[in-house]
């Protein structure tokens, strides 16, 4: 009977503790909701939570309205509280690209680089950056990384066929891979499509 009363306790405690977690409820009461309506919501739900999704959605709200800077500095209020919170860090990339902040821009997919080396979505972003702004030697050591990974990245392979005939010959006939453009389709809370190039949602 005493292990009953307390296995029955302790559910009860649990579904206590998963109902009284306000962050919850405003994720729900947030439904549907976009740009100053949203930001002011999760505004209001950060005073009473430390939910990562409230911050996430507050910084994403941001951004929608094209308040660059300040979902930067929403995703390091969190990042302070989650560390190891990696989309926080997407978000970051997206902001400072967005907000042509490209110092900080590079700097923030070296950070992300430094928690997730192998992936080679943000060292081909990074490389490309190289590319663009002349920065040869160093294209070309991002993309031999890359390679490491993915032996048949594009990105890669079209940076350092410029000066290899092997790599040349191994891209002859191919068009270079384009970075996509900035889309208005992502999923909401998915970090990684944002900083990839499939955009934000705009409306409902």
């Given at each position: 009977m005493h292990r009953l009363f307390t296995a029955a306790a302790l559910i009860l405690l649990l579904i206590s503790c998963q109902s009284t977690d306000p962050g919850n409820s405003y994720l729900e009461m947030a439904e549907g909701l976009y740009g100053e309506e949203a930001e002011a919501l999760y505004s209001q739900a950060l005073g009473e939570t430390d939910n990562a999704a409230i911050y996430y959605n507050l910084a994403y709200s941001h951004l929608q309205q094209g308040e660059f800077r300040e979902a930067a500095a929403v995703a390091d209020e969190a990042l302070a509280i989650y560390p190891d919170m990696i989309r926080f860090m997407y978000l970051k990339a997206y902001a400072y690209r967005e907000a042509g902040m490209m110092r900080s821009y590079e700097e923030q997919l070296k950070a992300i680089l430094g928690k997730d080396p192998a992936n080679t979505?943000?060292?081909?972003?990074?490389?490309?950056?190289?590319?663009?702004?002349?920065?040869?030697?160093?294209?070309?050591?991002?993309?031999?990384?890359?390679?490491?990974?993915?032996?048949?990245?594009?990105?890669?392979?079209?940076?350092?066929?410029?000066?290899?005939?092997?790599?040349?010959?191994?891209?002859?006939?191919?068009?270079q891979q384009e970075l996509p453009e900035w889309r208005h389709e992502p999923k909401l809370y998915d970090a990684t499509r944002i900083l990839n190039g499939e955009g934000l949602i705009s409306q409902p």
């Open positions: 979505m943000i060292r081909t972003l990074l490389a490309n950056r190289y590319k663009v702004t002349l920065r040869t030697e160093l294209a070309e050591q991002e993309a031999k990384t890359i390679l490491l990974y993915d032996h048949t990245n594009k990105d890669a392979i079209s940076i350092l066929a410029q000066n290899s005939s092997f790599y040349k010959a191994i891209s002859s006939g191919e068009t």
